[in-house]
């Protein structure tokens, strides 16, 4: 364990005590929310040693450690994507302390583009695998022979069907598909578009891929979810801004919101 990792983890069990964590939260754009209401204590990342400084709008850099439907959670407030920094591992740190304070689960929550047409805005969508079409890896650089990690089922099967099961209970419509990371931070061309359909893509977006690479390198398992912000490019005539983005986001996230907690709740119960 890098001195980082152990001083975090340290500063941050000082701060919200020591009972251990059992799932990490990373919030994508505008579904920041989510850590408003969890029952915690919020640390900036700049309060954090080895924390992303992340500065892209639309995402709150706290990390908030309490419970969430009676689950002990540590919810990433923002996330650093490899388009702020071209750094693909900006998300380890946070992951090797989330892992250290007892944490047994990554949940990922993005905005994405849909290419599926019946996958319209505000829209969700748990992820059953992805293409990494960037070709990018945060692992890059890794010494050990860890690094060859295995993807198969990197989106853990039973936490997929718990959470198509919460879904159910919500009476809320959850797509499953395929999400291609692109690395951004210029949205798709339309070609891209056309091409990452042809590959087997539904929807596509600017992060999680490394997070997931990273939470299984590192042991944890994995999930995410997507919330549907526009139609990718050539898709439809709606317009495609990280503005708009921001605006649609909270489309998706009532939706998501509700899957979550109620996963939560089931688990706890
Ligand atoms: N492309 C990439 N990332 C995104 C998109 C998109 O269309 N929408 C929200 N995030």
């Given at each position: ?12 069990r ?5 009972a251990?964590?059992?799932i ?79 944490a ?16 319209p805005?505000?829209s969700?969508?748990?992820l ?7 070709g990018l ?20 099967p ?8 919460a ?63 526009n139609?990718?490019a050539?898709m ?14 909270p ?18 119960s």
């Amino acid at each position: 364990m890098s001195k980082n990792v152990k001083d975090t983890s340290d500063l941050i069990r000082a701060k919200a005590g020591e009972a251990p964590v059992s799932i990490g939260l990373i919030l994508g754009s505008g579904l920041g929310h989510i850590a408003d209401s969890v029952d915690g204590v919020s640390i900036p990342y700049a309060d954090l040693p080895g924390f992303p400084h992340t500065g892209v709008s639309g995402h709150k850099a706290n990390l908030v450690i309490g419970d969430l439907e009676g689950v002990r959670v540590a919810v990433f407030g923002g996330r650093s994507h490899y388009y702020e920094s071209g750094k693909g591992d900006a998300m380890r740190v946070p992951l090797e302390v989330v892992k250290e304070l007892g944490a047994t689960t990554m949940v990922a929550t993005n905005a994405a583009g849909s290419l599926q047409a019946d996958m319209p805005t505000g829209s969700i969508m748990a992820l059953s695998d992805h293409i990494n079409f960037s070709g990018l890896n945060p692992l890059i650089g890794e010494p050990t022979d860890l690094r060859f990690v295995p993807m198969m089922d990197c989106y853990d099967p039973s936490i997929r069907a718990a959470m198509a099961d919460a879904a159910k209970a919500e009476d809320v419509e959850m797509h499953s598909g395929v999400y291609a990371w692109y690395s951004g931070p210029s949205f798709e061309t339309v070609a891209e578009i056309k091409a990452i359909k042809i590959l087997g893509a539904d929807a596509v977006g600017m992060s999680t891929v490394p997070e997931v690479i990273l939470a299984r390198f590192l042991g944890l398992k994995a999930a995410a979810i997507s919330a549907i912000t526009n139609m990718a490019a050539g898709m439809s005539d709606e317009a495609i801004s990280h503005e708009h983005t921001k605006a649609m986001a909270p489309l998706g996230a009532a939706k998501l919101e509700k899957v979550l907690r109620r996963w939560l709740r089931d688990q706890s119960s």
